[in-house]
């Protein structure tokens, strides 16, 4: 049963500190997604990569966040540096075809 | 700024109840998912609406698109506690961009 995974699961840092949050999508899949859920402004795109490429990061704050796809079984979303307001769960998703995204678990973010 | 409003947020009820949450933008849509979210997972896909106007059925949920594509409804019927969940809307773009409204949180009671 092919899943997305994500690493870590959990991450506690200190206001200041660079986080690194890594995502293994579907193999095959094209497209790839990150998401960030918090209970006020519920789930959020901040960037979204077709064929390793790209497309959209126009939710992403550009000063601190970065997105990149180093090859097809990996995405990763770094934060430098870190700030209290990013504390919330990151998701990745992964899909064939863009309406049909497949979530990871998630990476829960604290920052002190 | 597209926005999918998704009410009511929290919906407590009993056993045994029916009940439907609605999603409502002022943007037009290619097409309307609904998702299941529990608590510590990543939401999971119930199902696609593509044409206005469509219904789709999963056991004892109905969803709906509207006729125009801008909103989308989920009726349960006959609720269990299984059912209890964050259910999400999400609207896809014409540039394939995946867009969620911010979910209703369903507690059904035994």
């Known amino acids: 049963d092919a899943r997305v995974t994500q690493t870590p699961r959990h991450k506690v840092t200190e206001m200041g500190q660079e986080v690194t949050m890594r995502c293994q999508p579907i193999l095959g899949h094209n497209t790839v997604f990150w998401y960030r859920q918090t209970m006020m402004q519920g789930l959020e795109l901040l960037a979204y990569?077709?064929?390793?490429?790209?497309?959209?990061d126009s939710g992403m704050p550009k000063d601190r966040f970065s997105a990149e796809m180093p090859d097809a079984t990996l995405a990763t979303l770094k934060i430098q540096p870190s700030e209290p307001r990013d504390s919330a769960v990151y998701f990745c998703a992964s899909g064939l075809v863009p309406w049909r995204p497949y979530f990871g678990p998630g990476t829960r973010l604290t920052v002190t | 700024t597209q926005l999918l409003e998704q009410s009511p947020q929290f919906l407590s009820i009993q056993e045994g109840e029916n009940l439907t949450v609605y999603c409502n933008s002022s943007s037009v849509f290619s097409s309307l998912q609904w998702y299941r979210q529990e608590p510590g997972e990543g939401p999971v896909l119930l199902v696609t609406?593509?044409?206005?106007?469509e219904v789709k059925k999963l056991k004892r949920l109905t969803f709906q698109f509207g006729d125009a594509r801008k909103d989308s409804s989920l009726h349960i019927t006959a609720a269990q506690p299984g059912d209890t969940g964050l259910y999400l809307c999400?609207?896809?773009?014409?540039?394939?961009?995946?867009?969620f409204g911010k979910g209703t949180r369903l507690h059904i009671l035994p």
């Open positions: 999400a609207g896809a773009l014409r540039d394939d961009k995946i867009i």
């Open positions: 990569f077709r064929n390793r490429a790209p497309l959209d």
């Open positions: 609406v593509v044409t206005g106007g």
